[in-house]
């Protein structure tokens, strides 16, 4: 069983199909629970503590915003974690929204640069496009070492 960084980190759809075929999905709701089950968890709506901004100087500069730490804060130790990767752009909202431009960019940035098998994907917009689309990710899958 390989741990799958998933790119939108929201998807749900993603995240089953990596589940489906033996993996570990690594995404921004496993990220989350770990924080709301851990003592010290005062801001709901944010989803962060105050100290999740510093946490995220690892992987961000101090002149980036707060914002983009506290999200690298969170799914940063994730994809140091992760043995391969599955990026989809152009993503439909329902698919795995992602609210900050920038913390998608850098994402990206470091889930390639990490040297970890990656799967760069086009959103589908057609039936035969999906079909593509999802034997594509399970060739992926299988692929790796522990795929069913």
Same mark, same amino acid.
């Given at each position: 069983?390989?741990?799958?960084?998933?790119?939108?980190?929201?998807?749900?759809?993603?995240?089953?199909?990596?589940?489906?075929?033996?993996?570990?999905?690594?995404?921004?709701?496993?990220?989350?629970?770990?924080?709301?089950?851990?003592?010290? *968890?005062?801001?709901?709506?944010?989803?962060? @503590?105050?100290?999740?901004? %510093?946490?995220?100087? $690892?992987?961000?500069?101090?002149? #980036?915003?707060?914002?983009?730490?506290?999200?690298?804060?969170?799914?940063?130790?994730?994809?140091?974690?992760?043995?391969?990767?599955?990026?989809?752009?152009?993503?439909?909202?329902? *698919?795995?929204?992602?609210?900050?431009?920038? @913390?998608?960019?850098?994402? %990206?940035?470091?889930? $390639?640069?990490?040297?970890?098998? #990656?799967?760069?994907?086009?959103?589908?917009?057609?039936?035969?496009?999906?079909?593509?689309?999802?034997?594509?990710?399970?060739?992926?899958?299988?692929?790796?070492?522990?795929?069913?």
């Amino acid at each position: 069983m390989a741990k799958i960084f998933i790119y939108p980190t929201t998807s749900l759809i993603l995240s089953d199909m990596v589940e489906r075929f033996g993996h570990e999905a690594l995404g921004s709701a496993l990220g989350i629970r770990e924080r709301l089950q851990t003592g010290g *968890f005062d801001s709901p709506p944010l989803q962060i @503590t105050p100290d999740e901004p %510093k946490k995220g100087l $690892r992987w961000a500069a101090v002149e #980036v915003p707060s914002g983009v730490r506290g999200r690298m804060a969170i799914l940063g130790p994730l994809i140091e974690q992760a043995e391969a990767a599955i990026i989809i752009e152009d993503a439909d909202l329902a *698919f795995g929204c992602m609210g900050c431009a920038r @913390t998608n960019e850098l994402l %990206k940035y470091i889930v $390639r640069h990490r040297g970890i098998p #990656v799967l760069d994907l086009m959103y589908p917009r057609s039936e035969s496009e999906g079909e593509k689309f999802v034997a594509a990710i399970r060739d992926f899958l299988k692929s790796l070492p522990g795929g069913r």
